[in-house]
Every structure is written in structure tokens, then in C-alpha cells.
């Protein structure tokens, strides 16, 4: 929600802008219409020698619990480019051979989580700034419970059970308070 | 590019803010932090006994030419949500059985195109306030040469293939003036 105009600093008010059918935040004075929409969040299921790594967060939200590394996307780059920088900002991991796994609706948040699947290129990790540690987890070892976000536990659900039957297929999931109950679809 | 605090309404300024690796508009006033992200576009591939559904654009960009129905995901809707609006806004068209088909990188304009496919679930269609026209075409009979956006053609070039091959795979491309070349996946 915003209140004044991010082009010239005067008030904005809510209306529906003509041509369009929901209301923005549009500027009284220059007309500027600002537009709010989902943003994407990129992740990574980077495996090394049939171990999963994993971060234990150093900020907020869910400090102190595991995640698989994920951010919000930038612009100027690709998905791919996304979940790769991820990886190296929140474990010193080298994302390779990475492909498109999930596919997560959370609309109660305003966010679709992607998370992509690859190898850590050389087994090497190291906490980033916002990583309290890094560590690689065999399926029995995964700290279930102490997972930071629902849409990385579906993810690493997913990824074993593909994993086990031998083929992996991408998933898309609609999640949150908005879906009556969790939707799967293989994609 | 904003020059305002949407919060406050002073001036903001690039910098880096801490614990971030990249500049962004932050308010000298308030400490406001400006994020800009890429945003999702979705939108939908309906058939009707063969035929594709497409939509003649009634306004800019590319005003004259034909896309699929597809538009910017709003907050508080899923993804699926999002290509089956466009396509009742665009086409007055209602989409069933819609299953993720092309996952699409355009970073050159911080965008992700995301395409559906499935039923146009009784036949009927016709111009919403952003189309000239609505129109079933046979493959034999879509316009290539009057296409509105490279996404839309690749994502039809990869639905014929695909429906001669009797099986549909998702895909996920790298386009844009970024990509050396234009890349395909197979999801």
C-alpha cells in the first residue's frame, strides 16, 4: 500500500483507473498509476552424492530454521540466473545441470515459489550473510521439522518421491489460506 | 525508477541498504526501501475442437496484431486464476482443464510469461474491452505473421509440435536480447 507518488511525491488515492477493472493507487496530480503484483521467489534442490543442502536461516522470517536457498528474483535476470545466485549468496554453492521441478501458487502472500533441481558442481558450502550454516542432508537426516517454509517442504516431498521412483516430474501447487486444501498437479 | 517515497513522500535516493548487495531506491526520510521485481504475465493456449482461441489486440503494445489471451497476474489470485481471468477479460472465453505449459524467461523486459493449456469449455468467445476480435484458428491458419509477442508464437510452435507428437511436455525458454540465442528445455 502506498500514499504518495513515486514519480512527483504527491498524494495518491485509490480508484480504478480508466480501461482498467480493480482499484490502484493513482497519483492526483500526474496521473501515475502504481501497480502491485505477485513477485517471484527462486530456489534451489541442489544434490551431492545423494545428499540435499540445506541453510539455516540467520534472519527474519523463520531465523534458525532450514531452507532450501531461495530469494526473491531480481530484474535483469533469468529464473535460472536467480536460483543459481541464490544458491551462491546463501551457501557458497555452484548451482549446475539445474531444471524447472515446482511450481507453487501462494496467493495468500502475493508469491509464486519456483524451485528448480540441480547438482552442487564441486560439493563445496559455506554459510552467506544470511545463513547461520550450511549442510548436506542424506532423506533420512532432512530436519523435517524444523523446515522454515511449507513451499520447501512440499518441494523436498516431491523430490524424494521422484527421486525413489526413479523419474522426476515437475510439480505445479497451489498453497495457502486462500486454497481450501493443499492442490497438487504434476505439471 | 521512482524518485519519491511511496510511504512518506520525500525524495529516495540509490544506495545499497545493508545486508543487500545491490542498490535500490531508499528514502532518505524514512529509510523506505523500494524493491522492483520481475513480473508474471499469464496466459492461456484454448482449444475447441482443434481450433486455437486468439484475440486481435485493441490497444498498445503492438495494437492490430493477434496473442493469446494472457496479462499481468494480479495479487491475491494464483497463477491459474490469473490465465483463466485473462482469457474471460480478453476473450469472454472459459477455460477448463488447464494444466502449466510454457515457462518463459524474458529478462530483457523483467518479465516471466507463463502459459496454460486446455478447454475452451463450450466454444464461445468474443471481444472483451481489449480485443478487436476473438477467433478460432486451425493450426493451418494461425497468423504467424500477425502474432503480437514472441512468447505467444513460441509457446503455439511448441503446442502444435507437441500435439502432432500425441504427447504435451512442458517447456521452459530463455528469450530476450539477454540470451545469445534463444534457449529451449524440456522442463
Known sequence: ????????????HQR???????????????GYIHYENPRLVLGAVLEWQGD???????IEPRAGLW???AGFMENGESSEDAAARESREEAHAHADQMRLFTF????AIDQVHVFYRGILRDGRHSPGEESLET????????PWSQLAFQTVRLTLEHYFEDRRAGE?????LLTGKRAKRLVRWTV
Open 104 to 107: 507453487i501458487d501462494v496467493p
Open 168 to 172: 522426476f516430474k515437475p510439480r505445479r
Open 67 to 69: 531452507t532450501l536457498p
Open 52 to 58: 540435499i543442502l540445506l541453510c539455516r536461516r540467520a
Open 16 to 30: 480504478i483507473p480508466a480501461g482498467d477493472n480493480r482499484k490502484r493507487n493513482v497519483c492526483g496530480t500526474c
Open 1 to 12: 500500500m502506498i500514499s504518495f507518488c513515486p514519480q512527483c511525491g504527491h498524494p495518491t
Open 135 to 142: 549442510a548436506l542432508f542424506s532423506e533420512a537426516r532432512i
